[in-house]
DNA sequence: CATGAATGAGATTTCATTCAT
DNA sequence: GATGAATGAAATCTCATTCAT
């Protein structure tokens, strides 16, 4: 039954199903039993591909992390106007907010480890850096091309992120409590007008 | 040893050693016997006082966000005019988030929950709707009195409810990123000049 | 509150509540906190009245036996003729078998300790001898007075008492599965028949 | 250490164990640590063949419960007349009690659960109808090659086993109450008299 | 590569018992 | 007499990890 060479696939059903259970049971609340049974693979066998569950857990972070990473890129290198650039980045995050997969959720289940665990800490805090200089640059693409009036690129940035991260969150925790399509407008307007205001 | 009447101080004692467990090893990874070693209490009691893990949990829930509603109300409350009270909400949001007592952080622990425990959700869920709540009625107010522009009241405080927990979230993870009072500034800025922006 | 003299009030209290969650959960399966519940008093009084769990235990069984000794006697001394006595003797035992009070079940609780403990032992045994002994002197007294055949009167005193014990556990088994005052009748019309034969 | 293939082994190994365990401490007074020191297993091994405590009772009532229809099937089909096979019924029930093997003190301790357990209820309860059934049979196929007279033979049948049950259970009270082997022969002589009466 | 088996540490929970008041 | 409080032992159960095969 074993083929030569499964290693990668074997690995990638692994991460997928600690994915999975992360997302049903929580960080602190699934077992290794769980992980192998959901990958439909014996329980010994995490512990060859993985030193152990702490290592697999940060494995399933690099993975995550990456996705959220390349979705927003993407996204964002679509566009082409900086104020586009910026609408890209509201779109993107509030699509893996709301989609299918608990892509947040599970997300929010590792950061909520960060003040715990140095390596996770690293690691979130670098997806949420990233995700800070993305928009910062385009800020300052949009000010350099007189799109956006001059501001403090870093704050105004740190706010954009924030307010994304904090409705995820709240769209998270009540679905019905808002219409994210509508919330999401609302935040492009807010911020575009303030990024444009021909401030005077 | 037993004493009379102790009871009140007793749960006092737990929920409180109950939090600090909470901050220092994460929602899912804290044992009661670390709650009854740091409460100085022997194991048994904490089953005397609550009828289980959950039970406790629930109730330091609980604890934690009427602090955070307290926190927040009176801080709005003291302000004065619409744009102080917005102010305000900013002021007492990042208080929390800053100070010495991990608010934030626990908080951000039992929110992860919230897709496994229904209980968990709703009050979790509650206490950011009274958040809104708050907020909304802030730019009621300012739009009934001519200090704010019209506009989607429930959108706007989703945003801005959204900033406030975004940026704690992003402080959480790396204190020294961004300087949070600048980022505070910044806020209330961009806010307050979308509400009262004379859009007319 | 406390009135002088409460001691035997509290005694049987305590012992009727005892027995009640006997019935309820099962003899090993019970807590004192549930006994001073039902008895609405508090836990620590239960020490006051009895030394330990066991001993109120062996209470509570003196009190059963003593019931059921005295069901069973006082419809035999009812009774006049040795045949109307056996009759008595099935009468009062379906009589607590099949009565709202789960005497039966408890007894059997009690009984199933006996190989594990002596006292426990002792006093079932002694219950279960005394009856033997009660069916003996009807079926001596039944011989005297050429009423009965000569027979070994120890060996169908066990007889007629094991058909009681076993019908009685049958029942308890499963109510549904005959008819109880049938077999009652069966019963009698077979050992009758059989103390009666004139077997010349 | 680990050898494939040993499961059913340890599964036996542990049903033994734990039936010794119910047998010297009582069912619901031995502990899951008794049943591995017994079986010479460590404590965890227990939930990996066992989901619990509860499903280890029941497979060892399922066990014991086989056990006795086997013997007294045994018994009853080797004799070939519908006395010798009334006998055979005495004869087996009487071994069980007498036995080395302590089977009817571990049935008992399992029926005296019955009133607080549906699943042990239904087991234990089921075991007696088949008993019943099988005297029924027997009863049934003797009138009909007229040995025996007409009778109600559902009451017969349950006072047949009621008297087998009711025995055994004194007997396993007192040992020294009366001689097993001499009731017995009454038991037969009653019963057998009763049936071939040509009461006509 | 992969599995089934096994371990042992540790977690939650229950509870009889004790004791100051 | 009576209570509320407290303890600590023990029980059940979970689980990451290890290892022979």
Do not use: W
Not at 15 to 27: M, P, T, V
Not at 75 to 88: D, E, H, L, S
Request: aromatic share 8%; with cysteine; net charge positive.
């Amino acid at each position: 039954m074993p083929k030569r060479g499964v290693a990668p696939k074997r690995r990638h059903q692994l991460l997928e199903a600690a994915f999975d259970c992360i997302a049903q049971k929580g960080y602190g609340n699934f077992s290794l039993k769980e992980v192998a049974d959901k990958a439909t693979l014996s329980k010994g066998i995490i512990h060859y591909y993985f030193k152990n569950k702490g290592e697999l857990l940060i494995m399933v972070l690099d993975r995550l992390t990456n996705s959220l990473d390349n979705l927003v890129n993407e996204k964002a290198n679509q566009a082409r106007t900086p104020p586009g650039r910026i609408r890209a980045i509201f779109d993107g995050s509030f699509e893996a907010a709301s989609e299918r997969e608990p892509f947040f959720q599970v997300l929010l289940d590792f950061c909520s480890q960060a003040t715990k665990n140095k390596e996770i800490k690293d690691i979130t805090a670098g997806l949420y850096a990233r995700y800070r200089r993305l928009t910062q640059k385009i800020l300052e693409d949009g000010i350099q091309h007189g799109v956006f009036k001059e501001l403090d690129v870093q704050g105004v940035s740190t706010a954009i992120v924030g307010m994304v991260i904090g409705i995820s969150f709240q769209y998270m925790l009540d679905e019905e409590a808002f219409s994210l399509p509508k919330v999401q407008k609302i935040c492009e307007e807010l911020i575009l007008s303030y990024l444009s205001a021909d401030s005077a």
